[in-house]
């Protein structure tokens, strides 16, 4: 005779009947399933093997493999924090605790790719790069549509306008109109004849169509709207503030910061002389916070400390390293 199912498997089994017959499957067919399936492992879960597979190299430097594999880490965690953007946007009545969970996440995801970003500024050999990313033209990092995902569900677009038509924007403008006026397409064009990189027009032929429609949808229910319906007086809840300024630091400044040393470290030659970016972009007038002064949180700050936005930490980097 067989055994008796204990009264707690068998109170599972009736609970699992229960959730496949609205699947119009008996559960015996399930179970079958289970039987036949194999075990899971490691490797098959993660698919490590295909995932130790992408790392392709276009010359024989051995360092361009770290290059790669960087550049793969830190899609995966824009990945990870689009994730996270994602649920808060989309959350009805969300309540102050699941922001704040998730505003963590995200900053600590930055601050985990901030402090890695050493791998890129010292771990590479500068001959070996330098010759490595003649091979990559005209790929560049500024064609990370994550990132400017990122950014699109951060905050109203009219806080990415270009400075000096900043003025001209408000939340309520055109998402279309606010679109072509982006900081960033101004780091990969010519600003003498007003000619986009082929960098710019490969990434815009891509992906422009996706980020006005993320664009449209996001008006009215950024992050930084449901972080206004949450704290009406921004200046009183200390926590919220702390995580929003902390997030806004860490996006605009930091991360900037941590490829500007790169840039410079690997970039710079002589007192006046530069090598420019693999998608022709002017590194040194795009990548400095305080020249392109972005904030996704604006109200957070004094005008003072907008006004000095990152200065200091450029000051700070450019005195070092002479």
């Given at each position: 005779?067989?055994?008796?199912?204990?009264?707690?498997?068998?109170?599972?089994?009736?609970?699992?009947?229960?959730?496949?017959?609205?699947?119009?499957?008996?559960?015996?067919?399930?179970?079958?399933?289970?039987?036949?399936?194999?075990?899971?492992?490691?490797?098959?879960?993660?698919?490590?093997?295909?995932?130790?597979?992408?790392?392709?190299?276009s010359?024989?430097?051995?360092?361009?493999?770290?290059?790669?594999?960087?550049?793969?880490?830190?899609?995966?965690?824009?990945?990870?924090?689009?994730?996270?953007?994602?649920?808060?946007?989309e959350?009805?009545?969300?309540?102050?605790?699941?922001?704040?969970?998730?505003?963590?996440?995200?900053?600590?995801?930055?601050?985990?790719?901030?402090?890695?970003?050493?791998?890129?500024?010292?771990?590479?050999?500068?001959?070996?790069?330098?010759?490595?990313?003649?091979?990559?033209?005209?790929?560049?990092?500024?064609?990370?549509?994550?990132?400017?995902?990122i950014?699109?569900?951060a905050?109203?677009?009219?806080?990415?306008?270009?400075?000096k038509?900043?003025?001209?924007?408000?939340?309520?403008?055109?998402?279309?109109?606010?679109?072509?006026?982006?900081?960033?397409?101004?780091?990969?064009?010519?600003?003498?004849?007003?000619?986009?990189?082929?960098?710019?027009?490969?990434?815009?032929?891509?992906?422009?169509?996706?980020?006005?429609?993320?664009?449209?949808?996001?008006?009215?229910?950024?992050?930084?709207?449901?972080?206004?319906?949450?704290?009406?007086?921004?200046?009183?809840?200390?926590?919220?503030?702390?995580e929003?300024?902390?997030?806004?630091?860490?996006?605009?400044?930091?991360?900037?910061?941590?490829?500007?040393?790169?840039?410079?470290?690997?970039?710079?030659?002589?007192?006046?002389?530069?090598?420019?970016?693999?998608?022709?972009?002017?590194?040194?007038?795009?990548?400095?916070?305080?020249?392109?002064?972005?904030?996704?949180?604006?109200?957070?700050?004094?005008?003072?400390?907008?006004?000095?936005?990152?200065?200091n930490?450029?000051e700070?980097?450019?005195?070092?390293?002479?």
């Open positions: 005779m067989s055994e008796a199912l204990k009264p707690e498997i068998a109170a599972r089994v009736k609970q699992l009947e229960e959730k496949f017959k609205n699947s119009g499957q008996d559960l015996g067919s399930y179970l079958d399933g289970l039987l036949y399936d194999r075990y899971i492992t490691y490797w098959d879960y993660i698919h490590l093997d295909t995932l130790l597979s992408l790392q392709v190299p010359t024989s430097f051995p360092d361009e493999e770290i290059f790669i594999t960087y550049h793969q880490i830190t899609e995966l965690y824009f990945k990870l924090i689009l994730h996270e953007l994602k649920q808060i946007v959350t009805e009545g969300i309540e102050n605790s699941f922001f704040l969970d998730k505003i963590k996440r995200v900053n600590r995801y930055f601050e985990s790719l901030i402090e890695s970003f050493g791998v890129m500024e010292q771990g590479m050999d500068k001959e070996q790069f330098l010759k490595f990313r003649m091979s990559l033209i005209p790929a560049s990092g500024f064609q990370s549509v994550q990132f400017r995902m950014e699109i569900y905050t109203p677009m009219c806080n990415l306008i270009a400075t038509f900043r003025n001209n924007f408000d939340e309520y403008s055109s998402i279309e109109k606010a679109y072509e006026q982006l900081y960033w397409k101004y780091g990969a064009t010519d600003s003498a004849t007003g000619e986009k990189t082929l960098t710019l027009r490969q990434f815009e032929k891509r992906y422009t169509p996706r980020l006005l429609r993320i664009g449209n949808q996001l008006k009215g229910n950024t992050i930084y709207h449901k972080f206004k319906k949450i704290v009406k007086d921004n200046r009183q809840n200390v926590t919220f503030v702390d929003m300024r902390k997030l806004d630091q860490n996006i605009n400044v930091n991360w900037g910061l941590a490829h500007y040393k790169t840039a410079f470290r690997y970039l710079k030659r002589e007192a006046n002389s530069t090598v420019t970016g693999t998608g022709g972009t002017n590194w040194k007038q795009f990548l400095p916070p305080n020249f392109q002064k972005i904030s996704f949180f604006p109200s957070l700050w004094t005008i003072e400390e907008r006004e000095n936005w990152g200065k930490w450029v700070d980097l450019v005195n070092n390293e002479k």
